[in-house]
């Protein structure tokens, strides 16, 4: 499936905001992070400045926000979120590929947290994260990319 990536922006919020309850609230539900209109809100601002709006033919369906920690000298995934409708297209796998790409070329790591509840997570392990630590309520993985 074809995808675009654009830098999001305020109008983008409330999309968001739809997404992560979407794709989210059962998740946050399990570990008792707050499913509030306020939480979502919250989560969605945070590093928002790294956002970006996942599109298929100009149509916003997923969020991917990155960072690069420069002190871990890694890039760390704050969220990836794919709308139901297209979830099972291999567009998380995509959006991540990508990142290892990038990680590569400058001999980076990649590191993400995911929830314990998340199916998601076996998507990360397929790709080659390793669980480095974990919390509470989520587990920390890593992926280290070869250089090609």
Known sequence: MDISLRKATEADIDFLIALRKQTMHRYLV????STTEAGYRERVLVDFEHAEIVEHQGEPMGLFKTLYQQEQHRWYVVQIQ??????GYGIGSQLLKMLFSKAAQQNAKVALGVIKTNPAQQLYYRLGFQKVGETGTEYLLEYSPTKD
């Open 30 to 33: 399990d570990v008792g992070m």
């Open 82 to 87: 794919v709308a139901d409708a297209f979830q």
